[in-house]
């Protein structure tokens, strides 16, 4: 079992959200968490850097995520809360991103509603698994809906953004 997830982009100001497919040039990125939660992922490189230029509250919802309280995030009421329906709903038109060279050294994730930041350079020095693989830690971080596939985390998300 597990589940499928789609990130989706808010507006920091509670704009239009955007959702985003897997996909890069086309090509498919597998589905579940831990598929595509890899540094130096093209679809998670690719959504990094659009972040990075546009800066919002991001959420990966998992296919899952169909309960009145998944969607309850710690955000001021005036912004605009996703929900299954913006993600995963029959008229929904993802966006899909274009190759990216880009990285995350030199940066920082910041949730700037609980006022906490992520050192991006120093995250990935003690992260290096036995494998050499490094977990990117936005789709982990954000990720809605766990503990519904099936062997998956409970943690809640945070919503984080890309510091310049």
């Known amino acids: 079992m597990g589940q499928y997830y789609m990130p989706i982009l808010g507006n920091i100001y509670g704009g239009q959200c955007?959702?985003?497919?897997?996909?890069v040039n086309h090509e498919y990125t597998m589905a579940k968490l831990l598929e595509?939660?890899?540094w130096q992922n093209p679809f998670v490189n690719?959504?990094?850097?659009?972040?990075?230029?546009?800066p919002g509250r991001v959420c990966w919802v998992g296919d899952y995520a169909t309960e009145p309280d998944d969607f309850n995030l710690n955000v001021p009421v005036t912004i605009t809360r996703p929900n299954y329906k913006k993600v995963w709903?029959?008229?929904v038109?993802?966006?899909?991103?274009?190759?990216?060279?880009f990285t995350l050294d030199g940066k920082f994730l910041v949730n700037f509603d609980a006022r906490q930041f992520l050192d991006l350079d120093e995250y990935k020095a003690n992260s290096v698994g036995s494998d050499g693989w490094i977990l990117?830690?936005?789709p982990l971080l954000t990720a809605i809906g766990n503990d519904r596939g099936g062997g998956e985390s409970?943690?809640?998300?945070?919503t984080l953004i890309a510091a310049k």
């Open 18 to 23: 955007k959702v985003f497919d897997r996909s």
């Open 36 to 38: 595509h939660s890899w």
């Open 46 to 54: 690719a959504f990094s850097e659009f972040l990075y230029n546009n």
């Open 89 to 91: 709903g029959k008229n």
């Open 93 to 101: 038109n993802p966006l899909t991103c274009d190759p990216s060279d």
């Open 136 to 138: 990117h830690p936005l």
């Open 154 to 158: 409970n943690k809640k998300t945070a």
